[in-house]
């Protein structure tokens, strides 16, 4: 469980921290391509603000080219008719606002080339006063050709050229805490785009100018042609996207930006730090304003005079709500993202380490059951698990474990047996062989004795009795000192299979073998080995005569030979006969151990086989299943440099040779 837990918090941590990494690096991201993309937007608005303005000054311009070249103003002039000029006064606007696109004239003057009043279209009786102080007409009439800027005019000469103007010039100023500092508290001067065209007769010469001026205060006009060009009608949330406005100084003269009250914001000023950078400083100003009511990404440029001064601003504002808006969306789909990310890394990671828990639970369980002997023990078979590798490897050690754990029990029982059949032989040889003699003993007085007997002795029989058993005695003593004796020296290298093919060639034709199927198996080109053909003889005979007593004469004997993997000689005799009673499985090579009936067996033959074997410095292994058969597995080891270097065995006919 503990471990589970660690792993799912490491997995968490991992994806939080990289989580959280990319969340930051990603905000910043969002962030600054947002503010980058605002910002070239604000820009490109304020490029077209000022396109508009210059334009509006181009438009007057134009319109007054026209009434120059058509009106009569040559007449008027040289001859000092000004009736014909009545007609002007229809261009100057009558309703104080006009609506946007509509270019209406608030001033329109005629002077001479000494720059004097000739006719004032807004205020007839006013006229005679020179006004060479207007830069405009200055530079026109010196230059004689066209001159248009905007300009700055104080509010009496405002109302000397239209009276009605009056109320278009006077803004009451509304200041706030972060406003710059002005200290009127209405304004007292007018933003005028003017334009100056030359009047020459037919030679060139100049004989005056028409003057035109339009009053920027409270003319909405060109902010809302800006807004219009540049926002459209684009609104969002119930609020207009973007704004422009006109400042004179600091002041908002003309704009559609709207107090709460829902009134043009004329009158209100614009921040110190904006007037600092924009109107002291010429340079334009891009960041967020809060402007009257909200924040808007903004965008300030200064606007100049004809004497180059800078006389006031011109401002573009989105609302920044939407970009935020847009950012705030973008930020929570990320984390959005982020959140399901983590969920999903929690899941995997809970999942895995639930796997990974229940599967160490599992090998738990298994090592315990081998620990505790049972190495009989496999893991279940999990191929969905995952560790398929670890499984194979678990069972790969549990199987090889109960393999060495086998051969080593074998082994032990081979020494335990070994150990008690050397100690009963040893023990046979010594009592052999004192009774050896005594017997010997009893033979020859026995035979004297029966010598003497004239034939018609009663006792003749008995001695003659007497001599038969304890000859019988004697060879049963001679069986136990074979099994003791060391091999008769003449150790040959011989061919095993020879020695088997012998031997059954002595039994197979006895009538205890009639019933029974024998099969021979014996591999071509085995080593020879190092032995004593006569003994390994006795060895087969015993084994294939206590096989065809155990099949009661009706079975099938096989017979095989084959070089084992690590070149030992391996013979295997099975019969399929009654088999060996499980407990007396380890006595069956003790001396006198039999099941056989008295007189049938001495129990002697086994422990014979066993004691040539042994002398061979061979193995002899017995398998049996009661009731179906027993095979007997002898291992002998071959001739030394019976193999050729390949490993490969000789062949029949050099071992016939050998
Ligand atoms: P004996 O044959 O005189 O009994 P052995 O030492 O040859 O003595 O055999 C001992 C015992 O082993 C036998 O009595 C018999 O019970 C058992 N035995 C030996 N070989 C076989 C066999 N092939 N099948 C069944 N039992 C066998």
């Not at 009496?156 to 803004?171: C, G, H």
């Not at 200041?175 to 007018?190: H, N, W």
């Not at 050397?422 to 017997?439: F, K, R, T």
């Not at 597995?633 to 071959?638: M, V």
Request: contains cysteine; aromatic residues 6%; glycine residues 8%.
């Amino acid at each position: 469980m503990r471990l589970q837990i660690r792993l799912v918090i490491s997995f968490l941590v991992a994806t939080g921290i990289t989580a959280a990494v990319a969340s930051s690096v990603g905000f910043m991201m969002i962030g600054k391509t947002t503010l980058d993309e605002v910002q070239r937007k604000v820009q490109q608005d304020i490029n077209t603000a000022k396109l508009v303005f210059r334009h509006s000054l181009e438009r007057l311009e134009n319109q007054l080219q026209f009434y120059a070249v058509r009106s009569p103003i040559h007449e008027a002039i040289t001859k000092g008719n000004l009736e014909p000029l009545e007609d002007l006064r229809l261009l100057i606007r009558s309703d104080t606002f006009t609506s946007p696109g509509h270019l209406a004239l608030d001033m329109l003057t005629l002077v001479d080339t000494s720059g004097r009043v000739i006719f004032r279209a807004a205020n007839p009786e006013a006229k005679g006063d020179v006004i060479l102080w207007d830069s405009v007409v200055k530079r026109c009439l010196e230059e004689k050709r066209p001159v248009s800027s905007p300009i700055l005019m104080p509010l009496d000469v405002i109302v000397a050229q239209n009276p009605r103007l009056a109320s278009r010039v006077e803004i009451p100023i509304v200041k706030t805490e972060k406003s710059v500092e002005i200290r009127e508290k209405v304004l007292r001067q007018g933003m005028v785009l003017r334009s100056a065209y030359p009047i020459l007769d037919r030679d060139g010469r100049l004989l005056g100018a028409l003057v035109a001026g339009i009053l920027l205060n409270k003319d909405y006009s060109i902010v809302d042609t800006i807004k219009e060009t540049v926002y459209q009608a684009e609104r969002y949330r119930g609020k207009d996207m973007g704004f422009s406005t006109l400042f004179l100084g600091g002041v908002r003269i003309a704009t559609n930006v709207m107090t709460r009250d829902n009134r043009r914001a004329v009158g209100t000023i614009v921040s110190k730090e904006v007037y600092d950078r924009v109107i002291l400083q010429g340079r334009d100003w891009y960041g967020r304003a809060f402007v009257v009511n909200d924040w808007y990404i903004s965008a300030y440029t200064p606007i100049y005079d004809i004497d180059n001064k800078i006389i006031g601003m011109l401002y573009t504002g989105i609302l920044e709500a939407k970009y935020r808006d847009m950012m705030m969306r973008t930020v929570f789909i990320f984390l959005a993202v982020t959140a399901l990310g983590m969920v999903i890394a929690f899941i995997i990671s809970f999942r895995l380490g639930q796997s990974i828990v229940n599967r160490i639970k599992i090998l738990k369980r298994a090592t315990e059951a081998i620990a505790a002997g049972d190495l009989d023990y496999q893991l279940p078979s999990g191929a969905s698990s995952g560790f398929d590798m670890l499984d194979e490897a678990f069972n790969t050690m549990a199987r090889s474990l109960k393999d060495r754990d086998e051969r080593l029990q074998k082994a032990f029982q081979r020494i335990t047996q070994t150990e008690r059949l050397a100690s009963l032989g040893q023990m046979a040889a010594g009592v052999a062989h004192e009774i050896n003699n005594p017997l010997g003993g009893i033979l020859l007085y026995s035979n004297l004795v029966l010598e003497e007997m004239g034939p018609d002795d009663p006792s003749r029989d008995n001695m003659q009795k007497i001599i038969y058993q304890t000859e019988r005695c004697k060879k049963i003593v001679q069986n136990l000192l074979d099994f003791a004796r060391t091999p008769s020296g003449d150790m040959t290298p011989l061919s095993i299979n020879e020695v088997i093919m012998t031997s059954l060639n002595l039994v197979k034709d006895q009538s205890i073998f009639h019933g029974i199927e024998i099969v021979t198996e014996l591999s071509e080109g085995l080593p020879t080995i190092m032995g004593d053909p006569s003994r390994l003889e006795e060895v087969f005979l015993n084994l294939f005569i206590n096989a065809s007593d155990a099949m009661c004469g009706k079975g099938r004997l096989r017979i095989a030979s084959r070089v084992s993997s690590t070149g030992m000689v391996v013979i295997t005799i099975s019969d399929t006969g009654k088999g060996i009673d499980r407990a007396y499985l380890p006595h069956i090579f003790e001396p006198f151990f039999t099941t056989k009936e008295p007189g049938q067996g001495t129990g002697l033959g086994l422990s014979i086989t066993y004691g040539i074997i042994q002398k061979h410095n061979g193995i002899i292994d017995v398998e049996s299943e009661p009731g179906r058969g027993t095979t007997f597995t002898i291992t002998l080891p071959p001739t030394e440099g019976a193999r050729d270097d390949r490993g490969e065995p000789h062949t029949a006919e050099e071992m016939k040779i050998g």
